[in-house]
């Protein structure tokens, strides 16, 4: 009789791991679909959405292993303000000379994406202050649907509260439902929020 393979299961972060995080992330960022078609600098998404997060705070980094790679992970920091100025001090000046800022307004949706790097201050708004954390989730489609994503969001969940950080947000498209879906069912609510353009921002405490 032949083995089954592994079930799938969420560990820490590793920076062999990296790799992966980039192909998640590229394959799952159009609105849940694969993004390589819309931008075609495939690290330009991964080096604003989730390697930040690995780098500047591992352990809040947690993957989904399917016994040979990572297939999905979650992120987060436990403090968005001071996220944003590790972003601008650390992060930023690593990538200045690939992706310089912009001189005029954005034209196509790589020169929005690049506008978002350079202004890591949007993700600091008073209506979210009594949710400092924030977090990034994503898993590739061969994987959804499985329970695996609720187990990703319940480990971070108990690193957050760990932690003594009380209350998480995220902010996510508006038009990606299966998304919504899911952290309605996670028990997230809406966070009001003015102007929100094309996001909807949800949260929820990190205990209960």
Known sequence: MSQLPPRPAVRPYRPADRAALFDICVRTAENGGDSRQTYPDHEL??????????????????VLDDGGRAVGYVLATADTPAFVR?????????LADRYPPLTGEPATPSEVMLHLMHTPERMVLPELADYPAHLHIDLLPSHQRAGHGRELMHTLLAALAAKGVERVHLGMVTANTAAR?????????????????????????TSG
């Open 181 to 205: 879906a899911f952290y309605d069912r996670l028990g997230f609510h809406v966070v009001p929020v003015p102007d929100p353009g094309p996001l909807t921002y949800l949260g929820r405490r």
């Open 86 to 94: 590790r972003f601008r001090d650390e992060w930023l000046p690593t």
């Open 45 to 62: 998404l991964p080096n604003i959405f989730a390697a930040p997060y690995a780098e500047l705070e591992p352990d809040l980094a947690f």
